[in-house]
């Protein structure tokens, strides 16, 4: 009791303690879909387990923002749903109140010039801006002109599983069943290969795609003055992609490593190889 008694009091602690930081989201819709609306996408992060821990331990803002959604997923606890299925259910009338902050603009929006093809790499969550993109492009082709032309859009998605984790998969197929997407490239790491050798093995990663469509790739980073965009993971997913396209120009345009990693350099410079990623 009376080590006790000379521990500082809780409050003296916690004063010493880092405050918590804002927790960034890329937004994944267009002002023309709706401006008083906000969507974005989140992964609920689980730390391994401790020995001797009973308690499962989650992050705290992505576990706070789960809660508030839970009579979401309540309701469809049989069936296996996804929380993005049923955005357009949430409602935070009768919850607490979430602050945002806006953060400074990072050059990671869409080219001004809409005759200029997107390149878009995003796995898992990374895919959100991208829908907001499409959205934005859906909205502009509307109200153009018949005889308008817009750039071709091209975007590289993967998850683990096909059935459990396509982020957006209804509003991705409309897209390029309309046409704003001009091509739709998915990857799924975790379901089963082929057991037939025959049959050709599926792609796991968005950067094992980006090798297959890498001289279509090229055309459009040389001759249309296309803009690459990756948002995502930086620790893994960033890293490779930016491997991978240096690889595809060395293969593609037959450019020496220092060359191609040059030409990298140079669209970041021009704004046309932009990231939002997070570690």
Known sequence: MAVLAD?????????HLP???PRPYSVACSPLENHTQLRFVFNIVEFPHI????????????????????????????????LESNLKELSISNHPEVYIIRRNPTGFHLPHDKHCPLIMIGPGTGVAPFIGFL???????KQATPDTKFGATWLF??????????LFRDELTEFERSGVLTKLIVSFSRDA????SSETKSPKYVQDNIKIWGEELC?????SGAFIFVCGDAKNMAKNVLETF????????????????????KLRQEHRYVEDVWT
Do not use: M
């Open 157 to 166: 998605y993967g998850c683990r599983h096909k059935e459990r984790d396509f």
């Open 135 to 141: 959205q934005h492009r859906q909205h502009l082709q």
């Open 51 to 82: 020995d001797n821990v009973r308690n499962e331990r989650y992050g705290v803002c992505t576990s706070w923002l789960q809660k508030l959604s839970k009579h979401l997923t309540e309701k469809n606890e049989d069936k296996e749903v996804s």
């Open 193 to 196: 290969t082929p057991v037939d």
């Open 219 to 223: 055309n459009l980073i040389y001759n």
């Open 19 to 21: 405050r918590l930081l």
């Open 246 to 265: 240096i690889d595809v120009l060395q293969n593609i345009k037959g450019l020496s490593h220092e060359e191609a990693k040059k030409d990298i350099w």
């Open 7 to 15: 521990i500082l009091h809780l409050k003296r602690c916690l004063e």
